[in-house]
């Protein structure tokens, strides 16, 4: 049964990269336990418009889970309490009446800040394009059905497949590393006949942008998968070390 | 004027190989020469720039979201169609064809939709290709589901995330046209306006979302995939940002605008559940495969579901259409949802809303089956609602979902526009009156992969383009408007928030422009419409400054324009004296409630010429010809 709850919101603002940030305190009244997050926040924004202040930046956009666009750590976790669950997909009945909710921004070298909570996640294409494809053009494709593939195999593929670049699993590593985003990647398409091919070349290229973009190392921390929103197992980190190996020592690319 | 579609002439199934070949080609060295703009990157812009791309040309790609990989494509659940008879149960490009023709009440042309299910095959080829993770059977064959308004099995689907995996399949074959230095990307830029030069379309202006600088672009040609403009509505199942602003400022630069008032309500999404609300969810038409829709017998019955006995319960649309059933084409299970609830017999807190029933399946193929297909959907619903679909039926009630309509295009997907190409949905071309189940990716993809490829050539080839630079007069007049408008939006600092407004314009709409609509409710919409515009340029407060990212101001601008566009869809639909499809206007009704044609006066699309801001458009009609399907009265029972 929905019903009205009262909160206290702890907000990290930054006007811009370069600004300093500080937290700032707001109540949030009256909420529905109906809402989702981000409506309790827009609630927040509406009355912050009519006052004359400015209102919390953050991403969002298909609020239902799949454009990887919102996130935010509640509560130092990433996309809040729940599990498997996106912000936009986090429903304030999961709160109580008198809670103090402190909202921060991903922090992440990779991840510059752009305005409060809004982030710029650029480096997660730079990562995709240097090797996140399989090099076929438009056209050239033959019959669909002409080389089966394993149901388990298409299953295991579309486990991976289903990230959604959203960041979490970045910003809950204590080495802020990009490791399972990459790695989803990169197993979905070793998994496929398709993708063999290129898969260690692809291995490699990838592991190297993402150093360069400044993510960090692994160390089996595992923070990435407990709250990543779409439940990506680190089984693919496995899968994508094992490609990376094959890659440094069988070719001659480094 | 009466409008020229360019359709090639012969036989309907050999019009594309005969134009393909009668299209010059541009020569692969000269392809470099050429700039091209494309805007938007969802399935279909995304597939067109990275074929652009891969053909040789510089192309420039452009989105609001902080990736490609985001636009509002991401979203489609339930699949995509094409015409490969797999399961070999009667399907063939000519079915395809006609099935669509139908589905959309004989309001498109024939030859655009019969090229979009000759190229269907070579989409779903390219998606395993690319190393999309379909749903495979256990032979590792590719598996089909059924879709509404057919009766074959021809949707492909990666479990309820087929938009997700078909968009991150165009996006990885953007992504390697980028890494390879052949699309250049700008990712937070706003489209605001198209910049003509000596009567053609050479760029654009965009605001940089996170400067908040405005900067031109040039180029040979521009290429719009800018999406739906559902969120007229407020309330839809569009992604946030989804917005008229391209396709508006293109029209006011002299692109036709096409059967505006073409709209489709989804008959299976979550219900309105309070006035906060942001947004609607869809639940995937794939769920009424398996899930029967019903309502109480009796008006006003407020018992639990579990609690009403079979025999009180009534399936309409098994009863009223038994050969397709629960099936039935999207406007036509929406119609029968409200007219239900404005018997009284809806359920749930509002009684706008009913029942989808997996009770059945569940008996019948066990729980796990039934996981295993929509166990996504379920959580989803679950989320959202804090009921448990396996236990007790899912409530539903129809929402804003697509827009049929959208910017005239000829057979080579150009406007009326010189050198601006239009795609995916910001078109109008192949679903006539009303679109069926996964057949938008399908037609998004065929634009981008298939078409735009051949046709852009064609006109490059064909059209003296002089120099121009994004320094000039053109572009600099272009800017110095789009600033004027920012301006005069941030410093009216009025009493009421965008959003305010725009709910306000939402209930307008799909109270007068909505599922059913009347000549004296139309009539009194355009008066409220106008009126709120007025008030929205007097009353609107829109807080920070144009120089930081300002995403009040982002909203403002599209609010703004759904303002003017919200008025030219309520007289596209006045003009339309005849139902057909999503558009139900209640004074042309057969005798069993479903819509009425009228083929001899309204067989056309409609399509409006910008005339000035205080000037009504100008109408111009393109009769559509029927050379190879019969028109009837759509029949699904
Ligand atoms: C919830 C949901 C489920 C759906 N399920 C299905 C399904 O199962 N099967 C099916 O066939 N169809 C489905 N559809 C419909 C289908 O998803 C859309 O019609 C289709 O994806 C539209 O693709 P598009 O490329 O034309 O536009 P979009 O994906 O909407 O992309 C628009 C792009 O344009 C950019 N853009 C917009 N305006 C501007 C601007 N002013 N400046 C710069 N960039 C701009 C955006 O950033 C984005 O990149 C579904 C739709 C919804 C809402
Ligand atoms: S807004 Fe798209 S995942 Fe949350």
Redesign the pocket.
Known sequence: MSKSINLTLKVWRQDSPFAKGRFESYKAQNISTDMSFLEMIDVVNEQLTLQHKDPISFDHDCR?GICGMCGCMVNGQAHGPEKGTTLCQLHMRHFSNGDTIVIEPWRSRAFKLIKDLTVDRGAFDKIIQAGGYISVNAGGAQDANAIPVPQQNAEQAMDAAACIGCGACVASCPNASAMLFTSAKVSQLALLPQGRPEAARRALKMIQCMDKEGFGNCTNERECEARCPKEISIIHIARMNREYIKAAFGSEET | MQLDGKVPSGPLAQKWDKHRFELKLVNPANKRKFDIIV???????GSAAATLAELGYNVKA????DS?RR???I??????NAAKNYPNDGDSIWRLFYDTVKGGDFRAREANVHRLAQVSNNIIDQGVAQGIPFARDYGGLLANRSFGGAQVSRTFYARGQ??QQLLLGAYSALSRQVGLGKVTLFTR????DVVVANGKARGIV?RNLVTGQLESHAADAVVL????YGNVFFLS??AM???V??AYRAYKRGAFFANPCFTQIHPTCIPVHGTYQSKLT?M?ESLRNDGRVWVPKNPGDKRAPHQIPESERHYYLEEKYPSFGNLVPRDVASRNAKEQCDQGKGVGDTGLAVYLDFGDAIKRDGRDVIEKKYGNLFHMYEKITADNPYQAPMMIYPAV??TMGGLWVDYNLMSTLPGLFV????NFSDHGANRL??????Q?LADGYFVIPYTIGGYLCDTQLDAVSDSDAAFKDTERQVKQRIDKLLSINGKRTVDDIHRQLGLIMWDHCGMARNNEGLDKARGKIQQLRAEFWENVKVPGSVSQFNQSLERAGRVADFLEFAELMVSDARARQESCGGHFNEGFQSEENEALRDDENYCHVSSWEYKGDDTEPEFHKEPLEFENVKLTQRSYK
């Not at chain 2, 452009?62 to 979201?65: L, T, V, W, Y």
């Not at chain 2, 979203?75 to 995509?80: F, H, M, S």
């Not at chain 2, 995939?225 to 739906?228: I, K, M, P």
Request: with cysteine; hydrophobic share 40%.
């Open positions: 239902e | 805007v938007g990157t969802g399935l279909a812009g452009f989105c609001i979201q490609p636009a509002h494509s979203a489609a659940q339930g699949g995509i087929t938009g830029r706003e489209m605001i965009v995939a800018t999406g739906g199942t569009n940002a989804s917005n602003t391209a869809l995937s979902h697509y795609l995916g949905e910001a189940g996964a057949s938008a990716l399908m998004g």
